[in-house]
């Protein structure tokens, strides 16, 4: 079965503090899809990134970086300068073996980020 | 455009009532989901229509009855609800049969049971 496993329930920063979400994985496949979302207070969950299981080159968007590592399962994601704006919770998801059906995503329980001003 | 839309925003219902809530992509999406999400939880699957059939249903009480009247509809039709039954809605998107495309989500409907 798979799990997804974030540690960190709430988060508290500064305005401008780089702050790191974790992220741990559990899965017997070796394919599989690791993603992450964002839900602001209104509600929405935004997809900001997915990674393949075959592919660990790191990536950066802007502020936002994700470090995933397959040797100790994890899929990290770091805001560097952090904003008010991004204030929310982070979800950080699974999905295992394509399912024309499925695609199931098993969810981890989120990390709730406040940065104050 | 990754879009997808629901109906209404906020819903507040009695237990007797009946009403329903819609979501809609034009995406080409031929895969289709309802989530349930409690506060300070992740979303809960509920149903999944896979090019407009109902493909897992996550043992969900009969009172939530979904409908895909299309390709680009998704329904979720509401009856004799419970107050634990107050929740967040999510409705997500994919695109099936090119691996494992990522589910786009709706901005969701806040469900208040009475």
């Known amino acids: 079965a798979q799990k997804v496993t974030q540690a960190q329930t709430e988060i508290s920063v500064v305005e401008k503090e780089d702050v790191t979400l974790d992220c741990v994985y559990e899965?017997?496949?070796?394919?599989?899809?690791l993603f992450w979302y964002k839900q602001p207070p209104s509600g929405e969950l935004v997809f900001l990134i997915r990674?393949?299981?075959?592919?660990?080159q790191n990536e950066i968007s802007g502020r936002y970086s994700w470090n995933f590592q397959k040797s100790t399962s994890s899929f990290n994601f770091t805001i560097t300068a952090s904003q008010v704006v991004d204030s929310a919770v982070y979800f950080c998801?699974?999905?295992?073996?394509?399912?024309?059906?499925?695609?199931?995503?098993?969810f981890g329980g989120g990390t709730r980020l406040m940065v104050k001003p | 455009d990754t879009e997808v839309t629901q109906t209404p925003k906020h819903l507040v219902m009695g237990m007797t009532n009946k009403k329903s809530l819609k979501c809609e992509q034009h995406?080409?999406?031929?895969?289709m989901y309802w989530y349930k999400q409690k506060a300070k939880k992740p979303p809960e699957l509920m149903f999944v229509?896979?090019?407009?059939?109902?493909?897992i249903n996550e043992s969900v009480p009969s009172r939530f009855s979904p409908e895909c009247p299309n390709s680009s509809l998704l329904n979720l039709h509401l009856h004799a609800l419970q107050p634990e039954d107050s929740a967040l809605y999510l409705c997500?998107?994919?695109?099936?049969?090119?691996?494992?495309?990522?589910?786009?989500f709706g901005p969701g409907t806040r469900l208040l049971v009475l």
């Open positions: 899965t017997r496949d070796t394919t599989y899809y």
């Open positions: 990674r393949n299981s075959f592919d660990e």
């Open positions: 229509y896979s090019y407009e059939k109902l493909s």
């Open positions: 995406m080409g999406h031929r895969a």
């Open positions: 998801a699974l999905s295992e073996s394509y399912n024309n059906a499925g695609n199931m995503l098993t």
């Open positions: 997500a998107s994919r695109n099936p049969g090119q691996g494992l495309e990522t589910q786009y």
